[in-house]
Structure formats: structure tokens, C-alpha cells
């Protein structure tokens, strides 16, 4: 028999004013990690979505669309005249098997009292399904082609004679040797040149973007932000406290006049000036140097997230915001996930002089150091010079993939989707050509075995038409066609 939820759904949903996404949003994600959890168990019946309206105070159609968005995700289902069910087979539930009695009543006990941040983080999810490789995943550099034999012997070079320094806590910027190498590499390739001093490695882009939000911003200050944007970028800055300050994109990139007039009090501004993710568009010079005298004018720093630099298919690439500041007002992140490969783990920022000690301090403080043997043999990789010969053989192969790519899909697509490849990066879009929901549209595209991201995801306040965000990097050019086929297939059966 179906179990019925006992009192009010409300415990698991608060909504927040304070959190700048739609309310239907917050009820989605907050039911869907209900869900994950275990709090609202398999079987469990919900109640009509009339009464779930009532209870929160929102429109009957905006939970219709909530619960329609989680059966479309598999979360839910609907049984004939009986209602709506948490799915008997959850699309991502971590295995319990094995687990032991006493973590599984876990499940059923009331939540702790948590810090803000911790309030905060359990409104959004972390979860950004990288474990699922199949076709078409975005964001995925071609790891088949990853120079392992080589990165082995970096590897051996730097453990043979059990090297006791690989073995310490390590400098808290992170190994010299490592940014000193990196230095170079940006001197080199990015024409802008820094002292090894000014660096500071962390684990990946994304706690560097964490860094500086800690070291720089205080809670409920104003961040611009893109929207569409980065989801896990986003619900990290929400998590810390942060107001999100939405920047509209068009084709030059962030809209600068219109966030900057609106929201001039705000104390950071975070883009991705050479290739926005995901709409793929490169901030003009104009609005770069906007942003830069904005940042001087009101005492703000900008992270300039420089995602995807490396890879540029047509044309050379703008130089860093970094290079172009007079003021010393931007703090440059840079990361090797794509570059080389998610799990590596490593980030770095290259600060103003002003801000080096407290980054340091901050950054032992967190994580005291990244994983010394990593650093070392990053840095014997890049001193080989193999990092930048793999970069120019990626450039090749994505590019030809690239092209494989938007042949196909002009002939497979026409009349389902209109392909948008910029001319940087992994990710193509395809807008979708009938009005329909991209989450729909992205569960058909599951069931036949191939990835995508729906675009709607990214977007925080303002709704663009529906599309899909398709990884091409990871596809080998010829099984472009028939794995589009596919797709063509899915987006018309959806
Ligand atoms: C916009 C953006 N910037 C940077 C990164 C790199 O972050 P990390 O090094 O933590 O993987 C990502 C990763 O997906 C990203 O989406």
C-alpha cells in the first residue's frame, strides 16, 4: 500500500526571499533533494498540488510545473487516478546496500541545527552528473586522448628516490616550481606575464572562486552574475551568502552598463570573458574595459573566470581583463579540468599584490595545502613542455570534431534544432525549433543512451527559448553522424 506523507510537506520546503531564484526553483530543488535524502521515502504519495500551493503560498501552476519537472527527471511518477508518487527507482540515489541500520534511520531524523552556510547549501545541489559518460556530455575534454604514458614518467621523475619534499604539508601558495611553470605559461600563450609571488594554487577553479568570495565579500553583498550562468557557480556564491546580481548576455557578453547601473553597490563581479558558459559568447573590449573602470570606481574586484581560453578555433583570443587593468581590481582564476582533466583538482588564482598575503593565509587556512605529488608532477609536465603540445593537439582535434560536428548536425537536426557552435570551447547548443521543455526533451535524449544538459537549468530569472548544451569534444569524429541520428531521433519523439 502506498504510504501517505504524515503532516505538512513544509518542514522540507522554506523558501527564501533572500535567495535570488524563482520560488518554483527553490520548491524543485528542495523536493528533489528530499527525495535524494531519503526524507520523502519510494512510494511516498504527495499531496494534490492544490494543497501544496496553498501551503506555500505560490500559483496551483507553478506546482504543477514543479511536479511535472520532476517526473519529466524521473523523481516522481504518476499513478492512474491515484496521484503522485515518489519513483519506486530514483534516477541518481546513492546505494544503500551494505548500509549500516543506524545510517539508514539517519534518514529519518530530524535535521540538525545548521550554520547559515550549511542552511544555505542544502537549497541547491552540488550534483552536476559528471558520472555518466556517455555521448555528447558537455563539458568533457577528450580524455581517450590524454598522454598518459607521458604524464607516467612526469609522475616517475618526481617519486623515484622517494623525493621527501613531495612528502611535507607543502608552501601554502602552493609549490614553487609550480608557479613558477604556470608563470611562464601565462607569459607565454596569454601574453600576461606575473610573478610566480602573486599565484596561489587551489583544488580546481571552483575553490578559487571560493576564496576569493570568503576573502572579499561579506554575506548579503552583490555579486554580477550572468544569467544563464554556471549552476554549480551559482549555488556556490548563494551557499557563501552572496546576493546575486543578475547581468543580462547578449552577443558582446555580460551586459556591463545595465548590471553595473543597477546594482553599483556591488562589492564583485564574476564572468567568463573569453568564452561564456554556456551560450559561448567572448566579452567585447569595450564592456571588458567598462567593467574594469566600474571596478576602480567602486572599490570592487572582478574574478575573471578565464574558462576555456585555451581553446579557440577561429581567430586569436581577446586578452585577459587582467592584462588590461591599470587599477590592480581583478583577481584571474585559471583551472586545468578542461585543459587536462576534471579529476586532477588543481586551480590557481593570480592576484593583485595587494591581496597576495591574505589569499595565502586564507588558502593554508582552508586547505592547508593541495596534493604535493600532483603539483610536482604538473609542474615537470608543463616544464617538459608537454602541456602545451598536448594543448595544440587538442586545438586540432577539437577543432576537427568540431567541424564533424556542425556538418552533421545540419543535415540530422534540420527542422528539430538549430546548432550554435562558437568558435571556442567543448560545448555546441542546439535550439530546440518547437516550443518544447528542454527537460523533456533531455529525458528522451537519456533513454537512448546519450548525455545533454538542458539550457533552462542555467537560467535564473529570465527564460530564453529551449535548448540543449551537447559536449562534442569527447565524440570521436566519426561516430559524429549516427550518434546525432540519435539525437534526432530522441528530440523528435520527445
Ligand atoms: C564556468 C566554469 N568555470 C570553471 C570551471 C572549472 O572548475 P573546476 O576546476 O572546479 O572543475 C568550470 C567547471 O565546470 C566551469 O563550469
Redesign the pocket.
Known amino acids: 500500500m502506498a504510504k501517505q506523507l504524515e503532516g505538512p510537506i513544509l518542514p522540507f520546503l522554506r523558501l527564501d526571499d533572500a535567495v535570488a531564484l524563482p520560488k518554483f526553483r527553490q520548491v524543485q530543488d528542495q523536493l528533489r533533494m528530499a527525495i535524494l535524502r531519503g526524507h520523502l521515502r519510494a512510494g511516498t504519495r504527495l499531496p494534490a498540488s492544490r494543497i501544496l500551493a496553498e501551503e506555500l503560498g505560490l500559483s496551483r501552476q507553478t506546482l504543477v510545473r514543479v511536479l511535472e519537472n520532476l517526473k519529466v527527471e524521473g523523481y516522481l511518477e504518476a499513478r492512474q487516478g491515484a496521484g503522485t508518487f515518489v519513483s519506486a527507482a530514483l534516477p541518481h540515489q546513492p546505494s544503500k546496500t551494505g548500509w549500516s541500520e543506524k545510517l539508514n534511520n539517519a534518514l529519518d531524523m530530524p535535521l540538525p541545527r545548521l550554520s547559515r552556510i550549511g542552511q544555505l547549501s542544502r537549497q541547491v545541489s552540488a550534483d552536476i552528473g559528471q558520472f555518466e559518460h556517455k555521448p555528447f556530455l558537455p ?1 568533457r575534454p577528450a580524455i581517450d586522448r590524454f598522454p598518459f604514458a607521458l604524464w607516467r614518467k612526469c609522475w616517475n621523475a618526481v617519486t623515484r628516490g622517494g623525493k621527501v619534499a613531495a612528502m611535507g604539508y607543502g608552501d601554502l601558495s602552493g609549490e614553487l616550481v609550480l608557479r613558477q611553470r604556470i608563470a611562464e605559461y601565462l607569459a607565454l600563450h596569454r601574453h600576461d606575464p606575473c610573478d610566480p609571488e602573486q599565484i596561489v594554487i587551489t583544488p ?4 578559487a572562486f571560493t576564496l576569493a568570495a570568503m576573502a572579499l565579500a561579506d554575506p548579503g553583498d552583490g555579486i554580477l552574475f550572468e544569467d544563464p550562468g ?1 549552476v ?2 551559482s549555488n556556490l556564491f548563494r551557499t557563501l551568502g552572496l546576493r546575486l546580481c543578475l547581468a543580462g548576455v547578449d552577443a558582446d557578453g555580460m551586459d556591463v552598463a545595465g548590471a553595473t547601473s543597477r546594482y553599483p553597490d556591488a562589492r564583485l563581479a564574476f564572468v ?1 570573458p573569453s568564452r561564456h ?1 554556456p551560450l559561448g559568447v567572448t566579452l567585447s573590449l569595450p564592456r571588458r574595459l567598462a567593467l574594469l573602470e566600474w571596478a576602480r570606481a567602486n572599490d570592487a574586484w572582478i574574478i575573471e ?1 578565464d ?1 576555456d581560453s585555451e581553446f579557440r578555433y577561429d581567430g586569436a583570443p581577446l586578452p585577459s581583463i587582467r592584462s588590461i587593468d591599470g587599477h590592480d581590481r581583478v583577481i584571474y582564476a585559471g ?1 586545468f ?1 578542461k585543459a587536462l582533466y ?1 579529476g586532477i583538482r588543481i ?1 590557481y588564482l593570480v592576484l593583485p599584490p595587494q591581496l597576495i598575503g591574505v589569499f595565502r593565509n586564507l588558502s593554508g587556512l582552508i586547505n592547508r595545502s593541495v596534493p604535493v605529488e600532483t603539483q610536482l608532477v604538473l609542474a615537470d609536465f608543463i616544464g617538459g613542455g608537454h602541456f602545451a603540445s598536448h594543448l595544440r593537439r587538442m586545438r586540432g582535434l577539437y577543432a576537427e570534431r568540431r567541424e564533424a560536428f556542425m556538418e552533421a548536425g545540419r543535415t540530422t537536426l534540420a527542422g528539430l534544432a538549430r546548432i550554435d557552435c562558437s568558435e571556442s570551447g567543448l560545448n555546441a547548443l542546439a535550439w530546440l525549433e518547437k516550443a518544447s521543455e528542454d527537460h523533456a526533451v533531455r529525458r528522451s535524449v537519456l533513454d537512448v543512451g546519450l548525455q545533454c544538459y538542458p539550457l533552462s537549468d542555467y537560467t535564473i530569472a529570465t527564460p530564453r527559448p529551449g535548448a540543449l548544451i551537447l559536449g562534442y569534444a569527447g565524440v570521436p569524429a566519426d561516430r559524429m553522424k549516427p550518434y546525432l541520428l540519435r539525437l534526432a531521433e530522441a528530440i523528435a519523439r520527445a
Open positions: 563539458n580546481g577553479g571552483h575553490a554556471p554549480t557557480t567568463m558558459h573566470d574558462y583551472s579540468s576534471p586551480g
